[in-house]
C-alpha cells in the first residue's frame, strides 16, 4: 500500500510540472503583454520600454524565464498583479476558501442525490422510475449551464425573492444560515449539471455488479434483500463510480468558474475571469497552475479511495 | 428408501423475453430426493438444469422470471408459496448453493473470514463475531483448507480456483443443510482438483447426512458420484432412473448419446462419437418430441405427439414414444 502511494506521487511530479511549462508557454505565446498596456495608455520612450523589460525580467529567453517563474512559485512568490501592484499570492488567498465552500458543497450535494436515484434506478431498470431519472439527468447534462444559472436567478432571486442573487454572505454580515442561503442557487446549478453523470454511471455499475455470482451467493446465503443491494452490490459497484467521481473534479471545477461568475461569488473563478479581462498575467498562471495542482491532489486522493475499496490493488 | 427430503411436483418456469412474450425454461419438471441421496441432474447447456437449480431456490430473478405452474415441497411445505422472508430462512439454513465459477461466486471485496462469520450471524443474529470466526475457521478445516486462520484474513482473489471451491463448500455446509444444491461445482477446475472436491464433497455428504442435487453435463462425475439420474433435454426431464440403471440400460436415444460420446481409456473408441446440433432455442421448439431435430431413431410420429414422461420399468422413467418398444 506505502508502495502504491509513493508510485502514485512521484507520478504525479512530472505531471504537475509538465502543466506548469503548458501554462507558461501559452501564457507568453498569446498576444500583448503588460508592457504593451502601459505603452498604450500613454508615451513609453523606448529607453524606458527597455528598462520595463529588464525591470519585469522580460529581456531574458523564455527558458530561464519560466525557471525563474517555477523557482519563485515553489517558494511560495507568485509575483506582482500587474493589476492592482500586490502580490499575487495575497489575492488569490483569499479566494480559496469560497472556490473550496462552492466546489465541495457542490460536489458532496450531487453524489448525495445522484447515487440514491441511481441506485433506484438500477433497482427497477426500465421503470417509470428509472426514466424519470433517466430524463432529468439528460435534460440538467444538456441544457447549457449559465442559462439554468439566469432563469433560476431570475424566478428565485428576482421574482420570487426567495433568495440572494450575488455573493457569499450578506453585506450586512452573516453566520453559517445566510451562508447557506448564498449558497443555494449556485449549488443547485451545479447538481444539476453534474447529477445526471453520476446518475448514470451508478445506475450501469449497479446493473453490472447484480449480475455477478457473488451476489447470488450472497441471496443463496440467505441474507436480507437491503444486505445484498448495500454490502454486496453497491460497495462493488462504488469502485467505478469513484473512478467516474475523479474524471469528473476538472469538469466541476471548470463549470464552477462560471457559476461564480454569474452568482458573483468570491471565489478564485471570478478573479481569473477577472485577470483574463485585464491580462494578468501572473495571477491568471498562478490561479491555472493551483487548480491543476488541487486536480491533481484529489485525483490522488481518489486513487488512494479507490485502492482501499478494491483489495486487488492495495494487495498487489 | 429413506424419508424423502424434497419433492418437486410438474415445475415450469416461464421467462419474460418483451413486455407480452413469455417462454417456457422448464415444463412437467418431477422429481424427489431422499435424505442422503445424491441425485445428479444432467443435460447439455441450455437445458434447463441449472433453471431447475435455481428455482429450487427462488434464486431466479422476479423481473424476469416466473414459476407458472408446480410445486417445490421441501418437508412438505410448497416452498412456491412462501413469502420472501420465509424463504430467506430457508436458504443457507436447510438448503444451501455453491455455484460454477468459484472465480466469481466469492465477493471480491470482503475477507474470505468476513463472508463465512457473515453467513452465521445471518442465521443467528447473537452470535459474537467471535464465536463465528472461530467456527468459520473449523469449517475451513474441515474442507482441508491448510492454515485456516491466515486463509481467513486473505481476499477471494489470493486464493486458487480449487480452495475458492473449497471455501464455497464450507460456507455452504456451516448450517449444517439437509439439501447441497451444487450447480456444475467442478466445472471450472483442473481434472486434479475436480477429482479431490469430488471426493471432499462425497465424504462430508456421508459425515453430515447431506442430500445433494448435483448439477453437471459431466458423465463421468455422474457416475463417481451420483445414487439417482435425471437427464433433461430442452427444458424436460427425459429420462429418470438410478445409476446403475441409467449406465446400463439406458433407453431415451439422448441418453445413449451422452453416454456414447464419453471417452473410455479402457477401450478403442475409434472416432469421438457425438449428438449431432445443439438444444434448439426455446423460441424454435419443434413440434411433437422436442429431440426429434437430432434424434437418430426419429420418426413420423415424433413429429406430431409430445411423448410423456412414462415408466416403463420399476423407478425408470422415459420420455419416448418409441421406448418400450424399441
Known amino acids: ?316 | 428408501m429413506s424419508e424423502v427430503i424434497l419433492e418437486v411436483e410438474n415445475l415450469q418456469v416461464k421467462f419474460r423475453v418483451s413486455k407480452r412474450d413469455m417462454l417456457t425454461a422448464i415444463q412437467d419438471v418431477s422429481f424427489r430426493v431422499h435424505k442422503k441421496e445424491i441425485l445428479g441432474i444432467v443435460g447439455e447447456s441450455g437445458c434447463g438444469k441449472s433453471v431447475t437449480a435455481n428455482t429450487i431456490l427462488r434464486l431466479l430473478p422476479s423481473q424476469t422470471s416466473q414459476i407458472s405452474n408446480g410445486k417445490i415441497l421441501f418437508h412438505g411445505q410448497d416452498l412456491v408459496q412462501l413469502s420472501n422472508k420465509e424463504m430467506r430462512q430457508i436458504r443457507g439454513d436447510k438448503i444451501s448453493m455453491i455455484f460454477q465459477e468459484p472465480m466469481t461466486s466469492l465477493n471480491p471485496v470482503y475477507r474470505i473470514g468476513d463472508q463465512m462469520v457473515e453467513m452465521y450471524r445471518a442465521k443467528n443474529k447473537h452470535m459474537s463475531k467471535k464465536e463465528a470466526w472461530q467456527k468459520a475457521i473449523h469449517m475451513l478445516e474441515m474442507v482441508d483448507i491448510p492454515s485456516p486462520e491466515q486463509r481467513m484474513k486473505d481476499y477471494p482473489h489470493q486464493l486458487s480456483g480449487g480452495m475458492r471451491q473449497r471455501v464455497m463448500i464450507a460456507m455452504a455446509l456451516s448450517a449444517r443443510p439437509e439439501l447441497l444444491i451444487a450447480d456444475e461445482p467442478t466445472t471450472a477446475l483442473d481434472v486434479t482438483i475436480q477429482a479431490q472436491v469430488l471426493q471432499l464433497m462425497k465424504q462430508l455428504q456421508e459425515e453430515m447426512d447431506t442430500a445433494i442435487l448435483l448439477i453437471t453435463h459431466d458423465m463421468g462425475v455422474v457416475a463417481e458420484m451420483a445414487d439417482t439420474v435425471m437427464v433433461m433435454y430442452a427444458g424436460e426431464v427425459v429420462e429418470y432412473a438410478d445409476v446403475t440403471t441409467i449406465f446400463n440400460r439406458p433407453l431415451h436415444p439422448y441418453t445413449r448419446g451422452l453416454l456414447a460420446s464419453l471417452t473410455r481409456a479402457d477401450r478403442d473408441m475409434g472416432r469421438l462419437s457425438s449428438i449431432e446440433g445443439t438444444v434448439p432455442p426455446l423460441s424454435q421448439m419443434p413440434e411433437g418430441c422436442r429431440f426429434n431435430t437430432r434424434c437418430p431413431d426419429c420418426q413420423a410420429a415424433c413429429k406430431e405427439k409430445a411423448p410423456a414422461l412414462l415408466e416403463v420399468e420399476p423407478n425408470h422413467m422415459v420420455r419416448c414414444l418409441r421406448c418400450g418398444k424399441v
Not at chain 1, 162 to 168: E, K, R, T
Open chain 1, 1 to 316: 500500500m506505502l508502495k502504491y502511494i509513493l508510485k502514485r506521487l512521484l507520478q504525479a511530479i512530472p505531471t504537475f510540472l509538465i502543466i506548469t511549462i503548458a501554462v507558461f508557454v501559452l501564457s507568453n505565446a498569446a498576444p500583448g503583454s503588460p508592457v504593451d498596456l502601459i505603452k498604450a495608455a500613454g508615451d513609453l520612450t523606448p529607453e524606458a520600454e527597455q528598462e520595463l523589460r529588464v525591470q519585469l525580467g522580460l529581456d531574458k529567453p523564455v527558458a530561464v524565464r519560466y525557471l525563474i517563474w517555477l523557482g519563485d512559485m515553489l517558494h511560495g512568490d507568485f509575483g506582482t498583479s500587474t493589476r492592482t501592484n500586490q502580490p499575487v499570492w495575497s489575492l488569490v488567498q483569499e479566494r480559496i476558501g469560497p472556490t473550496l465552500v462552492l466546489t465541495l458543497t457542490s460536489l458532496v450535494c450531487s453524489l448525495l442525490i445522484a447515487i440514491p436515484l441511481g441506485i433506484m434506478a438500477s433497482l427497477r431498470p426500465y421503470s417509470i422510475w428509472d426514466t424519470v431519472s433517466s430524463f432529468l439527468a439528460f435534460l440538467g447534462a444538456s441544457t447549457p449551464n449559465f442559462f439554468v444559472a439566469l432563469v433560476a436567478l431570475y424566478i428565485f432571486a428576482v421574482k420570487l425573492g426567495l433568495l440572494p442573487s450575488m455573493g457569499m454572505y450578506s453585506s450586512n454580515g452573516g453566520g453559517l444560515g445566510d451562508l447557506a442561503l448564498h449558497l443555494v442557487l449556485p449549488v443547485s446549478i451545479t447538481v444539476i449539471r453534474m447529477m445526471g453523470t453520476y446518475i448514470k454511471q451508478t445506475r450501469g455499475s449497479m446493473l453490472d455488479v447484480m449480475n455477478e455470482e457473488y451476489v447470488k451467493t450472497a441471496r443463496a446465503k440467505g441474507l436480507g434483500e437491503g444486505t445484498v443491494v448495500i454490502k454486496h452490490i453497491l460497495r462493488n459497484a462504488l469502485i467505478p463510480i469513484v473512478s467516474c467521481i475523479g474524471l469528473n473534479i476538472p469538469y466541476l471545477v471548470g463549470g464552477s468558474t462560471v457559476t461564480e461568475q454569474i452568482f458573483g461569488w468570491p471565489g478564485m473563478g471570478s478573479l481569473l475571469v477577472l485577470s483574463i479581462n485585464q491580462r494578468d498575467y501572473n495571477v491568471i498562471m498562478a490561479i491555472t497552475v493551483l487548480i491543476a495542482a488541487a486536480v491533481l491532489v484529489v485525483n490522488l486522493l481518489i486513487d488512494l479511495l479507490y485502492a482501499y475499496l478494491d483489495p486487488k490493488i492495495r494487495l498487489d
